[in-house]
């Protein structure tokens, strides 16, 4: 396996043994999904809306909280740029591997680009070396040959705040380095080691000897 995803790499780091379930094996456990119905929800409704469609009807199946929630995405200042895809997927390739995964929108402003990834919930501890940060500024720079700049916002849905990253070379070079280490550690990893910090919320805990 020679390409990978933010989840990927974030999972390996959680616990390799988890990523050899998850990816390896591909076992699928269930989880509880109520956390993630409302940023589903708001992520679908974004990508129809940024593509023009219609979405009177769906807007009145928001419940209060979540026509809250959508008010305020669609108010955002980056949510009023000039749209250019959603819903996006992109991938790099980082010396022997390809990283990638699906950006939520990407817009623009002439030719400034910005990267936009909503949270109904929080926003990464670390968001300059979250994997996601990292592999889709890394990606989206590959690709877009007309930027002249290249800025990642999550925008945080639940403080109604905005948190930039902007690309410099700097980080670009460490970004693809740090991408590609974690890559490596995942090839060269053989046993896929437990990571007993983490079992508490692991959904595999039940099966995990
Ligand atoms: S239960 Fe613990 S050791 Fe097992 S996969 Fe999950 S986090 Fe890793």
Redesign the pocket.
Known sequence: MNNFSPNMLKTFK????????KYVQKISVPQKSTPFEKGKKIHALANYYLRGDDISKLEKTLTKDELYIWELLKSNEYFQKTYVNSEYNLSCKIKDFWAGGRLDALVKDGNHYYILDYKTGSIPKNPEFDYQTMIYLLAADKFLTDCEMLTFVYIDLKNNTNYKIDLTDERKKQYADFIWQSCENIKKEINFM????????????????
């Open positions: 959680e616990c390799p043994k988890k990523y050899y379930y437990q990571n007993q910090q983490n079992c508490k919320y692991c959904e595999y805990n039940k099966l995990c000897c």
